[in-house]
T-cell receptor, first 115, second 114 residues
Framework: EPEVTQTPSHQVTQMGQEVILRCVPI?????FYWYRQILGQKVEFLVS????????KSEIFDDQFSVERPDGSNFTLKIRSTKLEDSAMYFC?????????????FGPGTRLTVT | GESVGLHLPTLSVQEGDNSIINCAYS??????FIWYKQESGKGPQFIID?????DKRQGQRVTVLLNKTVKHLSLQIAATQPGDSAVYFC?????????????FGTGTRLTIIP
């Protein structure tokens, strides 16, 4: 069964450094998302992406964040200057355009630790 | 504003018994709901979904009930198994021509007692 993959599984970085989290969505999917989950809390929407542009973004997704689909298969989330409060699990998700379901398929996540 | 919340943060159920996980939502414009299961160290996994024009949907050992009058959603898991132990999230969507973002609730941790 096709699945969303994410790398790395765990990223440790120092405050102020840039990080890039990588995702490979399911190959025929057209909608892409990033969510984050601070330890012990609920999953929060960051951004949605369709047709090579951002469709919607949350208040969390400020100027320090950016997304890119550089080559038709990868979908990346960049944090330019990490802060301690960026420490969280980051999940990528993708969705097919077909059918009535809005099911989003989630990757296993990248644990980002900012020190 | 939109919000999705869960009544109980933890639930323990004897193996083989049925479990019910509840969820309240406040946005009457929400037209689609999904239950996700999240095991430790993994991403959310789809369980079942329901549209707002339905009040019940059944899957394999799972049933979702939607009561729009009181803005309440529940997930029933029949004949629970140890593998059902996880955190369960309800999530709502307001359809927006493809830009559907999931708004998650806070989660209920279900523990199956052997």
């Amino acid at each position: 069964e096709p699945e969303v993959t994410q790398t790395p599984s765990h990223q440790v970085t120092q405050m102020g450094q840039e990080v890039i989290l990588r995702c490979v969505p399911i190959s025929n999917h057209l909608y892409f998302y990033w969510y984050r989950q601070i330890l012990g809390q609920k999953v929060e929407f960051l951004v949605s992406f369709y047709n090579n542009e951002i469709s919607e973004k949350s208040e969390i997704f400020d100027d320090q964040f950016s997304v890119e689909r550089p080559d038709g298969s990868n979908f990346t989330l960049k944090i330019r200057s990490t802060k301690l409060e960026d420490s969280a699990m980051y999940f990528c998700a993708s969705r097919d355009r077909q059918g009535d379901s809005y099911e989003q398929y989630f990757g296993p996540g990248t644990r980002l630790t900012v020190t | 504003g939109e919000s999705v919340g869960l009544h109980l943060p933890t639930l323990s159920v004897q193996e083989g018994d049925n479990s019910i996980i509840n969820c309240a939502y406040s946005n009457s414009a929400s037209d689609y709901f999904i239950w996700y299961k999240q095991e430790s160290g993994k991403g959310p996994q789809f369980i079942i979904d329901i549209r707002s024009n339905m009040d019940k949907r059944q899957g394999q050992r799972v049933t979702v009930l939607l009561n729009k009058t009181v803005k309440h959603l529940s997930l029933q898991i029949a004949a629970t198994q140890p593998g059902d132990s996880a955190v369960y999230f309800c999530a709502e969507i307001i359809s927006n021509f493809g830009n559907e973002k999931l708004t998650f609730g806070t989660g209920t941790r279900l523990t199956i007692i052997p």
